[in-house]
């Protein structure tokens, strides 16, 4: 039987949870003292959500160029890569890794990020995905998502909603869909 290694990278970006949460919620701060517990590395996140009012006119996500370079490279040292997987925001960038990585997208603007010798992943495990919702994205997903993927939905989580998971499991290929 086959050997696997199961690599969990962190998103390059440190985030400041106190300017983003809501610190005097219970939750929050059991959130971060579970993080600061668990993780050696704090907070990160894969890009920062700017809504138009912060250097992005149009919104986008800042730091998802940096972040595509660092995942493309960790890929290329660790690899092969069979699989993505990922978590709320990972679980967005696992749906963009996995369209990116496709052939068809050989010519997108932000594939240059990747190395070009990476493939395609055989498969894809995301918890509470959901589509980027910046229209300059769309691109990424208008062909399609070429790679199983399953995907859980947390029935009462707050921040990602079953509609707006469903905004990425539309884009997977009906064969794919269970």
């Avoid at 940096?66 to 660790?78: Q, R």
Wanted: hydrophobic share 40%.
């Amino acid at each position: 039987m086959p050997e696997y290694d199961f690599l969990f990278p962190d998103g390059p970006h440190n985030a400041d949870v106190a300017s983003i949460m809501d610190m005097t919620k219970s939750e929050n701060q059991d959130w971060t003292k579970l993080v600061n517990e668990l993780s050696t590395s704090g907070h990160k996140a894969w890009w920062f959500a700017r809504d138009g009012n912060w250097q992005n006119v149009d919104g986008g996500y800042v730091g998802l160029e940096e972040s595509l370079d660092f995942v493309g490279s960790y890929m290329k040292e660790k690899g092969p890569i069979h699989a993505i997987w990922g978590f709320s925001q990972g679980a967005c960038f696992a749906g963009m890794l996995c369209a990116l990585l496709q052939g068809k997208l050989s010519n997108h603007p932000l594939r240059k990020h990747l190395p070009p010798a990476l493939p395609t992943p055989i498969a894809s495990v995301v918890f509470s995905g959901f589509r980027a919702r910046f229209p300059q994205y769309d691109s990424i997903y208008e062909p399609g998502i070429d790679v199983p993927m399953l995907h859980v939905m947390g029935q009462d989580d707050p921040l990602v909603n079953s509609e707006r998971s469903e905004t990425l499991i539309k884009i997977f290929e009906t064969r794919w869909r269970a």
